[in-house]
T-cell receptor, first 114, second 111 residues
Framework: DGGITQSPKYLFRKEGQNVTLSCEQN?????MYWYRQDPGQGLRLIYY???????QKGDIAEGYSVSREKKESFPLTVTSAQKNPTAFYLC?????????????FGDGTRLSIL | KNQVEQSPQSLIILEGKNCTLQ??????????LRWYKQDTGRGPVSLTI?????NTKSNGRYTATLDADTKQSSLHITASQLSDSASYIC??????????FGTGTSLTVIP
């Protein structure tokens, strides 16, 4: 079945450590997105990519980095510069057109600080 | 400023009862509005999409409405079930590739 796979489901980070969250899709979607979800807040865009080897900062990109070397993969690295990384991270993908097609979401990675 | 506001923030209803969730937006230019259901610890799943020309659309026990003039949408759930307990998120897509998310309504259905 086509879909988006995020791993791991739970992740713990030590102080000063970088961690990488995996996101893989087999939907043949051009666009991929990373969102952060905190309690009581809407999803906030971290980074997005519309094509391989290109990506754009979202609203809260500081302390995060991404790569898009393959169409299927869009990993997110949470760096030590991100001082409040505890959150639920969601990866999504979509076609660029038509506009009535939905974003498809993975089941998220919950990141906590040790 | 492009914004999406949802109300109520949380809601508790008895199993079998109906409920209505609200979404107001100021996004422009508007392309479509989509309602998602997000179970705890899972990613959001699309329930229904509303475009500018649509007033009402149903998906089983879920009925969405859109008033493009007042920029309001509602999601009505009929004969609620325990499995309806989730967060419901309203997402407005602007023309292009920009999505605006509401903060969601947390629905709890109790027996």
């Amino acid at each position: 079945d086509g879909g988006i796979t995020q791993s791991p489901k739970y992740l713990f980070r030590k102080e000063g450590q970088n961690v990488t969250l995996s996101c893989e899709q087999n939907l043949n979607h051009d666009a991929m997105y990373w969102y952060r979800q905190d309690p009581g807040q809407g999803l906030r865009l971290i980074y997005y990519s519309q094509i391989v080897n290109d990506f754009q900062k979202g609203d809260i990109a500081e302390g995060y980095s991404v790569s898009r070397e393959k169409k299927e993969s869009f990993p997110l690295t949470v760096t030590s510069a991100q001082k409040n990384p505890t959150a639920f991270y969601l990866c999504a993908s979509s076609v660029m057109t038509p506009l009535n097609q939905p974003q498809h979401f993975g089941d998220g990675t919950r990141l906590s600080i040790l | 400023k492009n914004q999406v506001e949802q109300s109520p923030q949380s809601l508790i209803i008895l199993e079998g009862k109906n409920c209505t969730l609200q979404c107001n937006y100021t996004v422009s230019p508007f392309s479509n509005l989509r309602w998602y259901k997000q179970d705890t610890g899972r990613g959001p799943v699309s329930l229904t999409i509303m475009t500018f020309s649509e007033n009402t659309k149903s998906n089983g026990r879920y009925t969405a409405t859109l008033d493009a003039d007042t920029k309001q949408s509602s999601l009505h759930i009929t004969a609620s079930q325990l499995s309806d307990s989730a967060s419901y998120i309203c997402v407005v897509r602007a023309t292009g590739n920009q999505f605006y998310f509401g903060t969601g309504t947390s629905l709890t259905v109790i027996p």
